[in-house]
């Protein structure tokens, strides 16, 4: 008999906790978004904003971030492949599971008319502000991460960029054969700034450091 009660109290309790128990999805913020479209402001607000606004001024646009995606393909999409690999984000856990998936569904689901054809590299500002400065630079040189190192340059607009051309020539060439404040640092996960990328910096001052 006392075995038969307690049988009942359990599928009494099972019965009232699938009725009536505590929505732990909205506690551990739960979203099932695995085989649905999914928009950039959830992304922009669940995943980017939290994890990669901190380094990357850019996450919260989201021309900007289409820039790194393959429409369709998260696999073919540079932004995906960084947080997926855990490379990014830098110096912190990785994205959940969950999260990852919020990104792939974005990307499976985006129409190719919203994503903007790269911009091909060409001694112009325009240019080399998304294939070297935003892909070398503002990630460690943005408002957020100054608000932490006020000792660091400002590298998100042209003027301060031009301010400061000697000195970013320099950390990204001859500094690195001198072990002197190479950028980016050897250390980082970020590659070092290809010889086409230097030549096209030197061909923008000559210029005249066209936009």
């Known amino acids: 008999m006392k075995k038969l009660l307690f049988s009942i109290m359990i599928l009494s309790f099972v019965a009232c906790k699938m009725e009536t128990g505590t929505d732990e999805s909205s506690r551990f913020q739960v979203f099932n978004y695995a085989d649905t479209q999914v928009s950039f402001a959830v992304i922009r607000d669940r995943v980017l904003r939290p994890q990669c606004l901190q380094c990357h001024s850019w996450s919260i ?9 393959l429409p369709g393909n998260p696999e073919g999409s540079e932004l995906y492949r960084m947080v997926k690999n855990g490379q990014m984000p830098s110096g912190s856990p990785r994205l959940s599971d969950q999260s990852l998936k919020l990104v792939e569904q974005y990307i499976v689901h985006l129409s190719k008319s919203k994503v903007e054809a790269p911009i091909p590299l060409s001694a112009t500002y325009s240019s ?8 070398s630079c503002i990630r460690c040189h943005n408002p957020d991460v100054l608000a932490k190192h006020p000792k660091r340059p400002l590298l998100t607009s ?6 400061r051309y000697d000195d970013i020539l320099y950390s990204v060439t ?17 590659p070092r700034v290809s010889e086409e990328v230097v030549k096209m910096l030197k061909e923008w001052k000559d210029s005249g450091f066209v936009d």
């Open 128 to 135: 080399l502000k998304v294939n070297l400065f935003e892909k």
């Open 174 to 190: 001859d500094a690195w054969t001198m072990n002197d404040n190479e950028m980016p640092p050897a250390s980082s996960d970020v």
């Open 158 to 163: 042209k003027k301060a960029i031009i301010d």
């Open 61 to 69: 646009d989201e021309t900007e971030v289409n820039k790194r995606i």
